[in-house]
């Protein structure tokens, strides 16, 4: 081996005081599913995972993202910088049409817009908030 091991990005884990609703608006919004054993209970039931630690993953079983409690969570106070975003997700779609679509989709799923830059020539694109607070980023690419 020439060097040291370079490690591989597995997931991206996001703090959320409610990791249950925070995993099904990643989960809904980004076609993924739950890692066995994190699936979403009957109504009703216990959901001893949904308060600790959920791990999303694709539909083949590729680690995407992980949820984790944190009792309190200032939210990103973006664009200014009182309370910095410190990390956020660049999602892309391929079209003005697509990112529209988007738009209400996430609006519907509990998400909220932060920044409307749709109308940009270049590169039309939106910031939105999740449920958590956290900004992320929908542009055409």
Request: aromatic fraction near 8%; charged fraction near 25%.
């Amino acid at each position: 081996m020439d060097g040291p091991p370079i490690p591989q990005l597995r997931q991206v884990v996001v703090d959320s005081t409610c990791p249950r609703v925070s995993a099904e608006f990643w989960r809904s919004l980004l076609g993924l599913v739950y890692r066995r054993g994190h699936e979403r209970p009957a109504r009703g039931d216990d959901d001893p995972a949904g308060r600790d630690w959920l791990n999303l993953e694709t539909s083949t079983g590729e680690a995407r993202l992980a949820i984790q409690y944190v009792e309190d969570l200032p939210r990103s106070s973006w664009p200014t910088s009182v309370i910095p975003q410190q990390l956020h997700l660049d999602l892309t779609v391929g079209s003005v049409e697509e990112l529209n679509d988007v738009r209400s989709r996430i609006v519907l799923l509990g998400g909220a817009v932060r920044f409307d830059r749709s109308d940009d020539v270049n590169e039309p694109l939106y910031v939105f908030a999740d449920p958590d607070g956290h900004p992320f980023c929908v542009f055409v690419a």
